[in-house]
């Protein structure tokens, strides 16, 4: 079998699986070249999420899924236990980031569909390709009704992002971007304002990259022009994606959420998150328990390569921040539109 990530609305297909290997964009060189990277094996899975080939929450959890897919079967093929050859690389993947809870939600449920399986190496394979397809597929699905549901939310009109959370995040339709896409679909004309999302360059490299290729329009700010931007009144509505969503409503999203989050408060713009319910995780209580990753320093200190700092200077480059529920308008998800307070609407919606 095999699924291709490409849906109505979005020109972008950022995985693809063949049946036999995962292709995924290569969303390091984005947008200088479009490439696919060819993933074989769990480590090459593994080494993709780890090193931002592949990225965004739900992206992640996909790949996971369809590694350990790979795991099995190489294991098939060497006569070796699938078994062990599963358990050894869903650990593996479990070590590449710490804090997108789909990634452990995919290994979970990738683990839960395992456990029911024979010993019988081909089945095995079968059933768990089975088992990554639905999670790829599902993802699409979530999404397209995420955005349908947050499409109402917006007009005619200005929207601001932070990061990307559109197609390249996902499996092939987009959170954030999905809203903004649903919104499109339904004859609303949105402008996109998509902050460049330092040090990685997500809005500026991926989310400008993707708003073109749909001919969505676009403008590019740098975050320190967010306040003023604000300020014009013309923005209606922030939308960003999340990497988890805490019981209490606590969102981590990528760096830069939290101070946007707080500007919208300030000048009375609509603060709205676009998580599909396979991002909310009930068993963290607050924002304070979601681990937050940091990553290596060259991401400050280099761009494409070339050093823009002096030589020796400390950083500091956590990947995430947490914005406060308080600071949240709502939480869009595919089962509905999630508003304060948060924490008894998220327990009613993992119920």
């Known amino acids: 079998m095999s699924v291709r990530g490409k849906e109505a609305g979005s020109t972008v297909r950022p995985i693809e699986w063949t049946g036999e290997e995962l292709l995924l964009v290569n969303q390091r060189v984005l947008p200088l070249r479009l490439s696919m990277s060819r993933i074989t094996t769990a480590t090459g899975a593994a080494h993709a999420i780890r090193t931002m080939v592949v990225r965004g929450a739900p992206a992640i ?19 070796r236990s699938w078994r062990e050859a599963f358990r050894s690389a869903a650990e593996e993947l479990a070590g590449t980031r710490p804090t997108a809870v789909n990634l452990f939600w995919a290994i979970d449920r990738m683990r839960r569909a395992a456990e029911s399986l024979p010993d019988e190496p081909e089945g095995a394979a079968y059933h768990l390709e089975r088992e990554a397809v639905a999670i790829f597929d599902e993802d699409i699905a979530a999404n397209r009704k995420l955005g349908a549901r947050g499409a109402k939310l ?25 809203i903004v896409r649903a919104a499109v679909a339904a004859g609303k004309k949105i402008h996109v304002y998509a902050s460049e999302t330092r040090p990685f360059l997500q809005g500026a490299r991926l989310t400008a990259w993707e708003l073109a290729q749909d001919d969505i329009p676009c403008t590019l700010v740098t975050e320190g022009m967010v306040a003023p ?26 760096i830069g959420t939290y101070g ?31 681990p937050i990753e940091e990553r290596d320093g060259k991401e400050v ?8 700092t002096p030589e020796g200077v ?23 539109v999630l508003t304060a ?11």
């Open 229 to 254: 931007l604000l300020r014009t009144g013309k923005i209606q509505a922030a939308v960003v994606g999340a990497d988890r969503v805490a019981a209490n409503g606590d969102v981590a999203n990528k």
């Open 341 to 351: 307070p948060f924490g008894g609407a998220i327990r009613k919606l993992s119920r």
């Open 260 to 290: 946007l989050a707080i500007l919208c408060r300030v000048h009375k713009v609509p603060f709205y998150v676009a998580a599909p319910r396979s991002t909310i995780d009930p068993s963290v209580r607050s924002g304070k328990e979601i």
């Open 314 to 336: 400390r950083v500091w480059n956590p990947s995430f921040d947490v914005t406060p529920a308080k600071y949240l308008s709502a939480i869009v998800t595919e089962k509905g």
């Open 301 to 308: 200190t280099h761009i494409l390569g070339t050093r823009i």
């Open 154 to 178: 917006l007009r005619s009109g200005a929207v601001l992002t932070h990061c990307n959370a559109g197609a390249l995040a996902t499996a092939g339709y987009g959170t954030a971007l999905g």
């Open 61 to 79: 959890g996909v790949t996971a899924a369809f590694g350990l897919v790979l795991a099995v079967r190489d294991a098939n093929r060497k006569r």
